[in-house]
């Protein structure tokens, strides 16, 4: 058997590479940055926005905003077809692709002043680009927050102990942000905030029997609700009151998560369990429906290459690069930091038994159908004192498996349930920040988009269109996450993520052709969009003839198949108007032909 040391040493090695030589070689030869010239931060500086940071304290804004559940959860999905995909994805994809993507977007967002990757289309590709980049984004966002939310609703479903402590955390973020708002402190009560977290991690087994604990024993369908109900009102609320002090309190534990996987894997040194291989990478798994290829690309999104990190390329972090040479760790080192978690919870995942794998993330008939029995789950479910069979999406099996590796420390077994718990609030609290994040650039675009119809929307201060654009965007990813299941919904997230990646891929190779010495250099974004615009365009269509427009199969959605189909329109045509300009852009490069005329002779 192997043990997750190998795959940790091999894949700090070739990240180590990769940032010292092939970082450098993109941020200074490709595009060429100087530092010498005056950064967004510095000459648009106002105190607010726009604020010169250093490049550590950038770098670990940047890693927080795109580290979130979903480096943790795709590759927890993709161990259905081995551990062997999942893992030279996550090495390939981020090397060839997800460092470059995240660089050159923040890169191509400072050269235009810090701009969302709508208005940077718009200014290197045209209008007509664009626009269709800001429709998509708006599809993007809005099918990432049902396919992020598709894994709370598995994880909160009859599970009372972690509702509870994911409920508290609202109360204890608005006492935070209340506090600091009219004391201008926050160091005390930021040790208040933990503790309380904290606690109510340990309370949770004491609402066992009260009618809170069956108040809050919640079925899937009523917590799908709950959901685009609360991020209505999250959005609304201001973002000094919910968002930022609970987006503050959460980084503590995503360093407590992130610095238990470190410690288990390393020191504990789990063996993994899985083949290289498994007997669906053909297609027909009870996770994800879909062959190998093209989904071990669709399904492991964050942590190879995000399109959503375009989001984040291209909003805050572009305001607070200090210098040029910064964005080498802020965007290049983040995302193959990212990378490594990806790849420790595919460890995670893989560290278990594949049958106890099976039945904690497939449907309790789809696991029947398999054949297979369990080995450890029955004492799993013991240790931790909850259900775990069935309960799909991602979220439990990484925090089952993380709990399966500390289980090897005898004194833990009496920890075992509220690790577990504390681990399911970690991805719960993160998604939820996420969905407060994305549905409020949700309702941006949408006012935005809208505004060129009726120019009142355009105004983020009126409060009719502000309220009207939160429940257009709230509506819309919550009938997404009741429409399907786990499988055809994170199936359209890791699609339109992708393209995302795609249309980020596409700009950053534009403005690579017209900076940079060499159009060669245009290949370091060229080679990961061919590769990733045929993926996401057959992943799609596979969806749609397999699943979308199948009356027999589970996630059978026309709604669902209309947006695929819109969607991936929008990226031909973005794509069209990058190549018309490419051969505008190589034409004017090209040295004017000089006519052979005889010189007369004397």
């Known amino acids: 058997?192997?043990?997750?040391?190998?795959?940790?040493?091999?894949?700090?090695?070739?990240?180590?590479?990769?940032?010292?030589?092939?970082?450098?070689?993109?941020?200074?030869?490709?595009?060429?940055?100087?530092?010498?010239?005056?950064?967004?931060?510095?000459?648009?500086?106002?105190?607010?926005?726009?604020?010169?940071?250093?490049?550590?304290?950038?770098?670990?804004?940047?890693?927080?905003?795109?580290?979130?559940?979903?480096?943790?959860?795709?590759?927890?999905?993709?161990?259905?077809?081995?551990?062997?995909?999942?893992?030279?994805?996550?090495?390939?994809?981020?090397?060839i692709g997800g460092a470059v993507h995240d660089t050159v977007v923040l890169f191509a967002s400072m050269k235009h002043k810090g701009q969302s990757l709508s208005e940077v289309a718009k200014a290197e590709l045209g209008p007509v680009a664009g626009w269709c980049t800001?429709?998509?984004?708006?599809?993007?966002?809005?099918?990432?927050?049902?396919?992020?939310?598709m894994v709370v609703v598995h994880a909160l479903e009859r599970n009372a102990w972690g509702a509870f402590a994911v409920f508290m955390t609202v109360p204890i973020a608005i006492a935070l942000g209340l506090y600091e708002r009219y004391s201008g402190h926050s160091k005390g009560a930021t040790y208040v905030g933990v503790a309380a977290i904290a606690a109510s991690v340990f309370v949770g087994p004491y609402i066992g029997g009260t009618f809170i604990g069956t108040w809050l024993t919640l079925h899937a369908e009523t917590v799908a609700i709950i959901l685009p109900v609360y991020a209505f009102f999250a959005t609304a609320l201001p973002v000094w009151m919910l968002l930022t002090p609970r987006g503050y309190l959460s980084s503590f534990m995503k360093i407590g998560v992130f610095g238990a996987l470190v410690v288990g894997v390393v020191f504990i040194n789990p063996e993994i369990r899985f083949p290289a291989l498994t007997d669906f990478i053909h297609g027909g798994g009870p996770v994800l429906s879909g062959p190998v290829w093209p989904f071990i690309s669709i399904t492991i999104a964050c942590g190879a290459i995000s399109g959503f990190h375009a989001f984040i390329g291209s909003g805050t972090t572009p305001k607070l690069v200090d210098k040029w040479s910064d964005i080498r760790p802020v965007a290049f080192g983040a995302m193959l930091a990212e990378c490594v978690v990806g790849v420790m919870a595919l460890i995670a995942a893989t560290a278990l038994h594949p049958a106890d794998y099976f039945a904690i993330n497939s449907a309790p008939a789809a696991f029947a159908k398999l054949g297979m029995d369990v080995v450890d789950l029955p004492r799993l479910s013991e240790a931790i004192g909850l259900d775990l069979y069935g309960r799909t999406g991602g979220a439990v099996t990484l925090a089952v498996g993380m709990t399966e590796i500390f289980t090897r420390i005898p004194w833990f077994s009496t920890l075992a349930s509220y690790f577990f718990q504390f681990v399911v609030m970690f991805e719960a609290v993160f998604i939820l920040t996420a969905i407060d994040s994305g549905t409020r650039v949700a309702r941006y675009l949408i006012q935005d988009l809208g505004g060129d119809l009726y120019a009142p929307l355009k105004r983020l201060d009126w409060m009719p269109g502000s309220l009207a654009a939160s429940v257009i965007a709230c509506v819309a990813w919550g009938y997404l996450l009741t429409s399907g299941d786990i499988n055809s919904v994170w199936a359209l997230f890791g699609v339109s993520n992708q393209l995302m990646a795609s249309v980020g891929l596409i700009v950053g190779a534009t403005v690579i052709l017209r900076i940079s010495q060499k159009r060669t250099y245009m290949l370091t974004c060229l080679v990961p969009l061919a590769y990733l615009f045929v993926t996401v365009n057959y992943a799609g269509y596979w969806m749609i003839s397999n699943v979308y427009l199948n009356p027999l199969a589970k996630g059978y959605s026309v709604f669902n198949a209309l947006i695929s189909i819109i969607m991936l329109t929008l990226g031909v045509v973005i794509l069209l108007a990058a190549m018309r300009k490419w051969r505008e852009m190589l034409q004017a490069l090209k040295p004017e032909a000089v006519p052979l005329v005889a010189t007369p002779a004397e």
């Open 1 to 95: 058997m192997d043990h997750a040391i190998t795959f940790v040493i091999a894949t700090l090695c070739i990240l180590a590479i990769c940032y010292r030589f092939y970082g450098v070689f993109f941020v200074r030869k490709v595009l060429r940055a100087d530092d010498s010239e005056v950064t967004p931060s510095h000459a648009l500086e106002d105190g607010r926005n726009y604020v010169p940071t250093k490049k550590w304290v950038t770098a670990g804004q940047h890693f927080a905003a795109i580290a979130a559940a979903g480096p943790l959860v795709g590759p927890v999905l993709a161990a259905q077809f081995g551990y062997l995909p999942g893992f030279v994805w996550l090495l390939v994809g981020v090397v």
């Open 134 to 149: 800001g429709l998509a984004m708006l599809f993007i966002i809005t099918i990432t927050m049902a396919g992020l939310s």
